[in-house]
């Protein structure tokens, strides 16, 4: 008879990316640019009282902001259109409270358009944070009125920036001009997301990304993207979750047997990784010596990027609209690092073998291939099912990239890598969960052969890549 506990790892190694979550996975790391009237009060919340007349960049360069975001390795960059004060950094019809009744530009310049523009032309995804609460807007915590307000400025836009990787919806959620608390039509937005941009994620509050519960940038050891449908905002269950105090997201543990196995509903709701370089989320000149070191930021990417979540980076412009020179030079050490860690894939001509697979289409070798839909596949139910690499010759080795195959779930439980040292297999690194992408460090060994076994593991295994630097 099967047990309620066997019967959530089956539905848990059932659920699969959607399209859209598998883009976004592969985007792996991107920016945030905080600015807006805070840059210009030195704060981090705007009352929204604030005048349209101080947004005033005396030389904002999109540009700038976009060639720095690629010169750190970052592949997207999300803007804050509206900020919790409302203020619009894009001419919305909607309201006066925008960049049209500011001095930049003589009232006719839109931070949006800029900055969609510039990330087209280097080649960087675009995306749009917009807070859902709104100090300014009078509707706001009115229902109905505010909703369509909200849905008008989605719809804005959504239909004149090109293509959006990702709507970052924000949560801060607090009482409006009125003293009353918004009812949001959850629904009515993502409807409205997925009908203009349907290859944008919502995230945050919404139903594609979760936050990972911290802005400190550490992620859990074992970061599922198989978890608990409670923690997604929707509708039906955004009460639920308010109501259940275990169940928020700071919890340790979100996708382990033990996590799931009463979970009513199972869904892919992977992590990301958010946090700004300095101190703040907004540029304050004193805040100049907060830019973390190198060392922090190459840190956070392996406990993010390197533990199946993505990494969010912040990254604020001053009040010239330019990305300060200290934050500039860290985000082009830091993509040197990143290029330098991952130059040469010494596993690439190299040949697997292994414990077993399901038919040949899915043989060791598979997992070497760059083809991120050719994979290895332990075949059923296996148990303890292993890989070895050979890489012909000895190679120094500090670092193993491993990926599953997450087109079909996300099984891998436990595993261990070894390496062979004087003909025995010394652990190199002990690991959890694999997903999107698990970077495994450990102290630089000259190897010819790597062995990776898995220990525990839900219905197979699968590995699609498999790199070692
Ligand atoms: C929070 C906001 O209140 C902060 O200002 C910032 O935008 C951060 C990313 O999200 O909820």
């Given amino acids: 008879m099967k047990s309620s506990a066997n019967d959530a790892i089956e539905r848990a190694a059932s659920v699969v990316p959607s399209e859209r979550q598998l883009i976004w996975q592969d985007i792996e790391f991107y920016a945030f640019i905080h600015f807006g009237i805070n840059t210009f009060t030195d704060s981090e919340w705007g009352s929204g009282g604030e005048s349209p007349s101080i947004f005033n960049p005396t030389s904002l360069n999109a540009e700038q902001w976009v060639k720095a975001v690629k010169a750190a390795g970052m592949r997207g960059l999300i803007l804050t259109a509206k900020h919790h004060d409302g203020f619009c950094l894009w001419p919305s019809k909607l309201t006066e409270h925008s960049v049209k009744n500011s001095p930049w530009r003589d009232g006719k310049g839109d931070v949006v358009m800029e900055a969609s523009q510039a990330c087209k032309k280097h080649d960087i995804k675009f995306g749009i944070y917009l807070s859902l609460w709104d100090r300014h807007e009078p509707t706001y915590g009115e229902g109905e009125p505010y909703n369509e307000f909200f849905k008008g400025q989605l719809r804005e836009l959504l239909t004149n920036y090109g293509e959006l990787f990702c709507v970052w919806l924000n ?13 949001y039509d959850w629904q009515g937005y993502f409807t409205l997301i997925r009908e203009l941009q349907p290859n944008a994620v919502i995230s945050r509050c919404g139903p594609d990304v979760r936050g990972c519960g911290n802005e400190a940038g550490v992620c859990r ?9 409670y923690l997604r ?12 105090k275990h169940s928020n997201v700071m919890a340790l543990d979100l996708g382990s047997r033990n996590a799931i196995k009463n ?6 709701y992977p992590a990301e990784v958010d946090v700004s370089i300095r101190k703040g989320w907004f540029y304050h000149k004193d805040e100049d010596y907060t830019v973390k070191p190198l060392s922090k930021l190459v ?9 199946n979540a993505s990494y969010l980076l912040n990254v604020p412009p001053n009040q010239q609209g330019l990305i300060e020179d200290r934050d500039l030079e860290t ?25 077993g697979c399901l038919d040949n289409e899915h043989n060791p070798q598979m997992a070497l291939t760059p083809s991120p839909d050719e994979y290895w596949h332990s075949g059923m139910y296996p148990v303890k099912p292993w890989l070895i690499l050979d890489m012909g ?6 670092k193993v990239v491993l990926k599953e195959h997450i087109r079909t779930g996300q099984h891998i439980e436990k595993f261990t890598l070894y390496g ?8 190199l690194f002990k690991g959890t969960v694999i997903g999107h992408k698990r970077i495994c460090r450990f102290k630089e060994v000259r190897i010819q052969r790597i062995k990776l076994v898995i220990e525990k593991t839900r219905c197979f295994a699968t590995i699609a890549s498999f790199e070692a630097y």
């Fill in 171 to 183: 949560g801060a959620c607090g009482e409006g001009t009125s003293g009353k608390r918004q009812n």
């Fill in 221 to 229: 050891s074992s970061e599922w993207s198989v978890v608990p449908s």
């Fill in 233 to 244: 905002i929707a509708e039906s269950d955004y009460s639920e979750r308010q109501t259940k």
């Fill in 263 to 268: 979970a009513k509903k199972l869904i892919w």
């Fill in 299 to 307: 840190d956070i990417y392996y406990n993010s990027v390197g533990a």
């Fill in 331 to 355: 985000l082009i050490s830091l993509g040197a690092h990143l290029e330098y860690s991952f130059q040469e894939n010494l596993a690439e001509e190299s040949v697997m073998t292994g414990s």
């Fill in 393 to 398: 010759d000895d190679y120094d080795i500090d």
């Fill in 420 to 427: 062979e040292i004087k003909g025995k297999w010394k652990t």
